[in-house]
């Protein structure tokens, strides 16, 4: 993630290096299949009732994944969004057969950069997009993908590094 701050971007700008803004948009367009990847883990945990590799008594359990490229505007971004056996998972965050995404940029923006409460995100959720999530799964969510997070705001702090 060497240009996804702007401090980086004018510091190249100011070098005489060249921006290649494909390759900014790739960076983000990777964040965003994580992300999502991510969040649709979780939702599939808790549907299940069970983390993944966990024994359990229930009889549905994970069944691999269905390839999906959804459309941002961004551009594509492929992911892979895991499937339970019995074919019960309905999930939220990307809703079976749908491969537009409007403005779910916003929620991941919204956890990346405003580090709002699992509360606001909730309702931040429930008002744009109509989801009704828990606050736990919004917690969930959010731990899976602090790590990214995290390693983005490193990048921020330290463009060298990348």
């Known amino acids: 993630?060497?240009?996804?701050?702007?401090?980086?971007?004018?510091?190249?700008?100011?070098?005489?290096?060249?921006?290649?803004?494909?390759?900014?948009?790739?960076?983000?367009?990777?964040?965003?299949?994580?992300?999502?990847?991510?969040?649709?883990?979780?939702?599939?945990?808790?549907?299940?009732?069970?983390?993944?590799?966990?024994?359990?008594?229930?009889?549905?359990?994970?069944?691999?994944?269905?390839?999906?490229?959804?459309k941002s505007k961004y551009g594509n971004v492929d992911v892979k969004i895991p499937r339970d056996r019995h074919s019960t998972f309905e999930p939220k965050i990307i809703p079976k057969r749908q491969t537009l995404i409007e403005g779910t940029e916003n929620l991941i923006l919204s956890l990346y950069t405003k580090g709002l409460s699992t509360r606001d995100i909730r309702a931040h959720l429930d008002d744009l997009y109509g989801y009704e999530l828990s606050e736990e799964t919004i917690s969930q969510i959010t731990d899976k993908i602090i790590d990214v997070a995290n390693e983005w705001r490193g990048a921020k702090r330290n463009p060298a590094t990348k």
């Open 1 to 70: 993630m060497k240009y996804i701050n702007k401090e980086a971007i004018a510091k190249a700008i100011k070098s005489g290096e060249g921006i290649n803004i494909d390759e900014i948009l790739n960076e983000f367009k990777g964040m965003l299949k994580e992300v999502y990847q991510a969040a649709s883990e979780v939702e599939l945990t808790e549907h299940l009732g069970y983390e993944k590799h966990s024994k359990s008594n229930n009889p549905n359990y994970r069944n691999g994944y269905n390839q999906k490229t959804l």
